[in-house]
């Protein structure tokens, strides 16, 4: 992949990115918009009631106080979903301001109920950061609260009589339910990436331990073929017998040779020069594509044999690995189709996968440009293409009869 492309920042990374932001928003909004209407409607019936300025300019104040806690709140939501009570400092500048304003409205007429609004959204804030054992004593406490604060109020009559005893109930009712769901769906999709994170690693292991397995069956029958001889040849060479001189110095000879294969062999390796059947990079394609949770599909007409070696099965498998690399590093995929299948005079490949964009299209990436040149050096050809999110890479190549059936 070329390093602009590599440059471009993971679609999923971004989604949860913009995942985050709603739920921010949605929490924190909520909450200022009923802290907002609740003063506005708390200090115009305390001003109804002849309240002083003084009481109307902090009630007023109070009320902008939670609601800058409740924004800050929000944002520890990010982290500390059900992580426990923040730190007593944070409780403390979360919690005196509703409190205030609850003593300092329960006495004043015009005042009731909406002047506990304020501790009973704030409380609301922190049922998705506390413990969940702890979430039902705090609702019953905000709950008792507002009771309570109705009760000591001088003037539950115009709230009454204003008909504003359904709104407070249904504000009761939904804060709580929408905050914590809010929260917890956040917390869903954080579980949701870390396990797609995990399962991007152990694809990543696998296809190493898949290289370590190659470079032990290249390396483990030279080396013990190595040392059987070189261990004939130590026995051989104090002999005064020309005949065991003769047999050691071929041993030498032959342990030279299986160095020099070993040695070609682990670069064609590190290359990936190696010729591998195409069988075993299809199932290792869809082994690793499913650890990462993306639904592969995997077809392949009878009449095309993977299962042998040759030139066609090497540059397919090649294919195969690109792709498959791609769509791990740059797509947010879901599903992937792999079809190989011979069409007319060609052999045609072709894998298609969703969840791209536009940034991420591995359109001009080195790697795809290095495997174009090899095709085009025997006939073939290497085409890609992506319409809305989807993105399909068509490799081809001539269909002897030699080709199709090796």
């Known amino acids: 992949m070329s390093p602009a492309a590599a440059d471009q920042p993971d ?12 739920t921010f928003l949605s929490v924190a909004g909520v ?28 009630t007023l104040g109070l009320f902008v106080c939670t609601a800058v806690a409740n924004v800050y709140l929000s944002w520890l939501i990010r ?4 992580a426990g009570w923040p730190q007593p400092r944070i409780m403390a500048a979360a919690l005196v301001p509703p409190l ?11 005042a009731v109920l909406y002047g506990a609004i304020p501790l009973w959204v704030t409380l609301s804030t922190l049922l998705p950061l506390i413990p969940r054992a702890h979430r039902w004593p705090v609702t019953l406490a905000g709950l008792a609260s507002i009771v309570l604060h109705g009760a000591l109020n001088p003037q539950m009559q115009p709230v009454s009589e204003g008909g504003f005893v359904f709104g407070i109930i249904l504000l009761i009712l939904m804060t709580p339910s929408s905050f914590l769901f809010t929260g917890w769906l956040w917390n869903l999709i954080i579980r949701l990436d870390d396990a797609r994170t995990v399962n991007s690693q152990l694809a990543v292991a696998r296809e190493r331990l898949r290289f370590a397995s190659d470079l032990h069956d290249i390396q483990g029958h030279h080396l013990q073929v190595i040392a059987l001889k070189a261990e004939l040849a130590q026995r051989l060479m104090p002999s005064d017998t020309a005949e065991h001189r003769k047999v050691a110095l071929e041993a030498i000879g032959e342990i030279r040779e299986l160095a020099e294969q070993a040695q070609a062999e682990t670069r064609e390796l590190v290359r990936d020069l190696r010729v591998v059947s195409l069988a075993e990079e299809l199932d290792n394609a869809k082994g690793v594509l499913e650890a990462a949770d993306i639904t592969t599909e995997v077809s392949v007409s009878p009449e095309v044999q993977t299962s042998a070696s040759g030139q066609n099965n090497r540059l397919f498998g090649f294919a195969v690995r690109e792709a498959t690399t791609n769509i791990l590093r740059h797509a947010n995929a879901t599903q992937v189709h792999i079809h190989l299948h011979c069409d007319d005079d060609e052999l045609r490949l072709r894998i298609r996968n969703d969840g791209v964009t536009p940034a991420a299209a591995p359109t001009q990436g080195t790697g795809l440009d290095g495997l174009r040149q090899r095709f085009q050096a025997v006939g073939g050809s ?3 293409s992506q319409e809305a999110a989807t993105f ?6 001539p269909c002897p009869d030699q080709e199709v059936q090796s």
């Open 31 to 58: 909450a200022v918009f009923l802290l907002a209407i609740s003063a506005l409607i708390t200090v115009s019936m305390m001003h109804r009631f002849d309240a002083p300025v003084w009481l109307l300019v902090t």
């Open 382 to 384: 290497i085409a890609t």
């Open 11 to 22: 679609p999923a990374g971004r989604d949860i990115n913009l995942t985050w932001w709603y």
């Open 79 to 82: 982290d500390s979903y059900g």
């Open 100 to 110: 205030a304003c609850w003593l300092l409205t329960a006495f004043a007429p015009g």
């Open 392 to 397: 399909e890479l068509d490799a081809t190549l």
